[in-house]
């Protein structure tokens, strides 16, 4: 560890990257290559990491990613066991059906679990790189649910309102995604130059902006439906002299691997487990910075 940890109060986000592939292959996923050779990845130490983070930061939020959780169930649920009750749960997913698995299955599973998932991110992106499972599926889960797109290089601007009219009758939010790889902190916030933002600014009604050291959200109203522009930095430490002139590294996101290595970046970055017994504990600096919004997004 180079410098003393300092998180947020509760705890930094703990993503886990589930151990099985999917059957994508979206030109932005910077993972696929990591579920090319499965042969290190062990369930088990996924499941002891997923108990220390818990003993660690007991509230923390859990996300499950990948690859594809929905891919297999039935680890899924295992995994899902192991998170107790303290934690918000997200699960970052394609929805996918399959031979064997059922939009019922997918159902059934989501009732079952709708006491611990807070919510489902479903991708379905402007273009369509995937598969896709019915958009009834997504409005009959009975759990709060997101749709993430990603709005990547030169994406079709002139299919937007189309794309959001799909949503309307479902009344599912949408959340945009900038290309993370592609954001800088000179950009994060930027407005002037940020040409996704100047197209919504054409096609909705602009409520107000949210954000903190790393992330921001552009929240806007089309036609009733619930819309947000969402930008992140790509790696998750900001490195902070603190006015007492002591360092920090500010960690906003933790990482389990395939195999159950604790990372404190997105790189191979290993989280000091001894030095995070004894971080310090700060406000989360996610705030309002223009507009009056109900709810912070999640």
Partial sequence: MKNPYKTRAGGATVTVFVPYDCGNHCPFCINKGEYADTSWFNMDEILRSIKVMDALTPKCDFVFTGGEPFANRH?????????????????????PVFEGQTEQDIIDFAEKN??????????????????????????????????????????????????????????????????????????LYDQENDKILHDLHKIAEYRGLDGCRMRCGFHFDYNGLELTYHKTLPYSTIVETDENGVTYDILYDIIIKQNGEIRSDWDDTVLDLTGYKNVVFEPYDLRVIEGHLDEMAY
């Avoid at 680890?75 to 929805?95: C, G, K, M, Y």
């Avoid at 709708?114 to 896709?132: M, P």
């Avoid at 009975?142 to 290089?153: A, D, E």
């Fill in 75 to 95: 680890a899924l649920q295992e995994l899902l066991d192991a998170v107790p009750s303290t934690h918000r749960v997200f699960i970052n997913t394609t929805l």
């Fill in 114 to 187: 709708k006491d611990k998932i807070t919510c489902i991110n479903i991708s379905r992106h402007l273009v369509k790189y995937v598969e896709e499972s019915p958009d009834e599926l997504l409005a009959a889960l009975p759990v709060r649910r997101r749709v993430n797109c990603v709005l990547y290089k030169e994406y079709p601007a002139e299919k937007l309102p189309q794309y959001l009219e799909r949503w309307i009758p479902y009344n599912i939010p949408v959340q945009f995604r900038f290309d993370y790889t592609a954001t800088t902190p000179e950009n």
